[in-house]
């Protein structure tokens, strides 16, 4: 398969009234999606567990998905990863959600049953535990946190599962503040974690900063070449590390990944993140442990 290959809804059509059916079939939906490195890494965990299947990435704009996803079943599909911009839309075209994904409201994988019925998971939250945890031998539970961009899908969940575990204090900052507030007081209240929002503002955020174990990026800045880093070299401190959601492909990382490294402090980009919600993807799916090293190197060799 080419590793640019890209589908739409006119060939998801045509799977789904095709006489011979092809092997079960997995996708990402997205706009766009060509940039998607999830078929890499998900064919090679494929092929290791010898799984007559393959990964796609199918192009499906926002007023397509409704059909989109009642042509999965009859087109053979077991599931579907989903990203921007359908993360929240799913939600009522679903048939029944994970508790997990229902307190988050997002989807980001979706199973079908063998009754031909889609249910909603979402893998972001538990996939960021997994990968601070291998990147940094660092816990959730007890650390201090500062996560940029809380505004958005990936924020909250990422900022839901941090609360969960119990960090020692979680920090919110986004462009809209309004957004982070709230998001702040529906933390504070279901989990009872100290969560706070302060304005996206440098001098607001130095004091902060030097009181934080780990700072986690959720914003889109970094996607663009010429975006700036959310926090400048000199903010972040020595002790920390960073984490950012945000993955290019090719050897250049993001501003922030780059800053940080600048400032002699460990940093990682988004591959850490894809690999490890999407590991989770894979044994929402099937249902076994997913081959975590080929899924890697897959990933590392795509994203390169």
């Given amino acids: 398969m080419p590793d640019r290959e890209v589908h739409t809804l006119a060939h998801l059509r045509d799977w789904a009234t095709a006489a011979a059916r092809p092997p079960l079939r997995l996708a990402v939906l997205g706009d766009p999606i060509a940039h998607s490195v999830s078929p890499p890494m998900q064919n090679a965990a494929l092929a290791a567990c010898g799984i007559d299947a393959r990964y796609t990435r199918l192009h499906i704009l926002p007023a397509e998905l409704p059909e989109a996803l009642r042509l999965l079943a009859p087109a053979g599909f077991l599931g579907v990863n989903l990203t921007l911009p359908h993360k929240t839309a799913v939600l009522p075209l679903l048939d029944s959600l994970d508790p997990h994904a229902a307190m988050l409201g997002a989807v980001n994988t979706v199973r079908v049953e ?10 972001d939250g538990p996939g960021f535990s997994r990968a601070v945890r291998s990147e940094f031998d ?9 996560l940029f961009g809380a505004g958005g899908g990936a924020g909250r969940a990422l900022a839901t599962q941090c609360a969960t575990e119990g960090c020692a204090r979680l ?3 986004n462009r809209t503040h309004e957004k982070a507030r709230a998001l702040a007081e529906q933390l504070r209240t279901r989990t009872g974690t100290n969560t706070v929002a302060i304005p996206w503002e440098l001098p607001l955020l130095r004091e902060i900063l030097e009181n934080t174990d780990l700072i986690v990026n959720t914003s889109v800045l970094g996607l663009k070449a010429d975006d700036p880093s959310p926090l400048p070299a000199e903010a972040i401190p020595p002790h920390a590390r960073i984490f950012d959601t945000v993955y290019r492909r090719g050897p250049i990382p993001t501003p922030l990944v780059t800053a940080a490294r600048a400032a002699g ?3 990682v980009g988004g591959l850490s993140l894809l690999l490890h919600q999407g590991a989770l993807a894979f044994e929402v799916w099937f249902n076994r442990p997913a081959p975590l090293d080929a899924m890697r190197a897959a990933l590392l060799k795509a994203g390169s």
């Fill in 114 to 123: 063998p009754d031909g019925t889609l249910r909603g998971f979402n893998t």
């Fill in 171 to 173: 920090v919110l900052v």
């Fill in 138 to 146: 660092l816990p959730l539970r007890h650390t201090r946190i500062l």
């Fill in 265 to 267: 402090v460990l940093a």
